[in-house]
Nanobody, 124 residues
Framework: QVQLVESGGGLVQAGGSLRLSCAAS????????MGWFRQAPGKEREFTARISSSGGSTYYADSVKGRFSISRDNAKNTVYLQMNSLKPEDTAVYYCARAGPLGGGASVYAYNLWGQGTQVTVSS
């Protein structure tokens, strides 16, 4: 079965950078849009970024626009989230997700497969 495994989280100082990776199993990775979401304690899971199946289209939450960059390498079955200029408010568990048959947008309900999450903590 297809699985998503996130990695790259950790503890960084405010203003620092991290690159998250999401490795997918399976041979049809390139046919799916992918998204990154995050969930902070006491808050709902929040859309962060998405990328189309080809990588030609990206979209970001206003809160991360200009600081985060989503990309994918379909040959490696991997999607990335480059996180720059990190702020304490970015602290959350970050989840990689695969879009469902209706396409991936900014809603958690548009995604039908999720990774286990990776913790990102930004200290002030």
């Amino acid at each position: 079965q297809v699985q998503l495994v996130e990695s790259g989280g950790g503890l960084v100082q405010a203003g620092g950078s991290l690159r998250l990776s999401c490795a997918a199993s399976g041979r049809t990775f390139s046919s799916y849009g992918m998204g990154w979401f995050r969930q902070a304690p006491g808050k709902e899971r929040e859309f962060t970024a998405r990328i189309s199946s080809s990588g030609g289209s990206t979209y970001y939450a206003d809160s991360v626009k200009g600081r985060f960059s989503i990309s994918r390498d379909n040959a490696k079955n991997t999607v990335y989230l480059q996180m720059n200029s990190l702020k304490p408010e970015d602290t959350a568990v970050y989840y990689c997700a695969r879009a469902g048959p209706l396409g991936g947008g900014a809603s958690v309900y548009a995604y039908n497969l999720w990774g286990q999450g990776t913790q990102v903590t930004v200290s002030s």
